[in-house]
């Protein structure tokens, strides 16, 4: 099980994917973050050691930002836009959150593969 906060702007069918799975999910909306800059959102998940999950490309390039010792990202991009494309990517995502820890990672699924860096 990992911790997770969803961004705003994920669909919900990928929240619930991510939550029958077993993980412990927060989503930026049912905390009230939606609109937070990227940076104040980063230093959220790190203090609350929550994975980010996005679709917000910024999140993928580390110069754009600092990241806060205990952060981990994942990015999806999606072929194509909408939210079934979405909850795809997510549960290709769901095998490798069991199997591996995001943490000090940005990790970028496509419908390929899934990359990793580390930060």
């Known amino acids: 099980m990992r911790r997770l906060k969803v961004d705003e702007n994920l669909p919900h069918a990928a929240v619930q994917a991510l939550r029958e799975a077993g993980h412990d999910v927060m989503t930026v909306a049912e905390q009230k973050l939606t609109g937070s800059a990227d940076s104040r959102l980063s230093e959220i998940c790190a203090e609350e050691a929550r994975i980010v999950i996005t679709l917000d490309r910024g999140f993928a390039d580390p110069r754009q930002q600092a ?53």
């Open 67 to 119: 990241a806060p010792e205990g952060l981990g990202v994942v990015v999806l991009r999606p072929a194509t836009d909408g939210p079934r494309a979405c909850l795809t990517l997510v549960r290709q995502l769901l095998p490798a959150l069991a199997a591996q820890d995001p943490t000090g990672s940005i990790w970028v699924v496509s419908p390929q593969r899934i990359r990793v860096r580390r930060m």
